[in-house]
């Protein structure tokens, strides 16, 4: 029978420091809060040069495990939800900006998520929760006008509606999702005056809320989804 391929493959310096540092982070040497040891401390331990521990390190910034500032020790980072989608903002980024079929993958994507997000807040929603939805809505009424602030605004009242689900998961993937398509939010919604039809639609989705009618937010959230997707424009096709 044929061997099969089992070369060893040679590991660059500061992949091998990563998963040392790593390990004191997950083996509980060093808590969320903790400073991290000094370059200096780290090259006498590890016996490496100043290179190879501050690339490591930047992976481990980039993996949300320490915070780095200019002139100032690292310190240890607790991981969340939110930093894990905030590793692939880059990468998601470069994606929709060369392909514009993965901006139309990802509304499709949103479309799909934020129908069972909706149809979970129909059922879960308390007093507290309500609330939130009103104040994020009365936000985006008092930023007609302004595009920023109200595009902001629209951001909350979905990533709210998401966070009614006690899932911090996705919390993090409402934002995440819509951060990523905020760069293609033309400025159609402002200037034809269809910031008047998201308000009603807002607004409506929030009654079927509070109504406590999955069927009802859901199908709010389609009518929403379905006439607000093409405010979502690739900047080769807007050009084209």
């Known amino acids: 029978m044929p061997l099969t391929d089992q070369r060893i493959v040679r590991r660059k310096l500061s992949d091998e420091v990563f998963d040392r540092l790593k390990a004191l982070i997950t083996g509980g040497e060093l808590q969320p809060g903790d400073p991290f040891p000094s370059e200096r401390e780290l090259m006498d331990r590890l016996g490496v040069g100043r290179p190879a521990i501050r690339e490591a390190m930047q992976q481990l910034s980039i993996f949300g495990l320490l915070t780095i500032s200019h002139g100032e020790r690292a310190r240890v980072r607790q991981p969340t939800a939110k930093s894990i989608f905030q590793q692939v903002d880059d990468a998601a980024s470069v994606l929709l900006s060369s392909s514009p079929a993965s901006l139309e993958h990802l509304k499709e994507a949103r479309r799909f998520f934020e129908l069972g997000m909706v149809r979970q807040a129909a059922q879960k ?28 605004a629209d951001m909350l009242f979905h990533t709210r509606i998401a966070a009614i689900s006690g899932n911090p998961l996705f919390e993090a993937m409402s934002e995440a999702m819509l951060g990523w398509l905020k760069q293609y939010h033309t400025d159609l919604l402002i200037w034809t005056g269809k910031e008047n039809y998201t308000l009603s639609e807002h607004e409506d989705i929030l009654n079927r809320i509070i109504a406590h009618d999955p069927d009802g937010a859901e199908q709010a959230m389609v009518r929403h989804l379905d006439r607000s997707a093409s405010l979502y424009v690739h900047q080769t096709v807007a050009s084209a």
């Not at 929603?125 to 902001?152: H, P």
């Open 125 to 152: 929603a308390d007093a507290q929760a309500v609330t939130g939805l009103q104040e994020a809505l009365a936000r985006q009424r008092a930023s007609l006008g302004d595009a920023d602030a109200f595009i902001n």
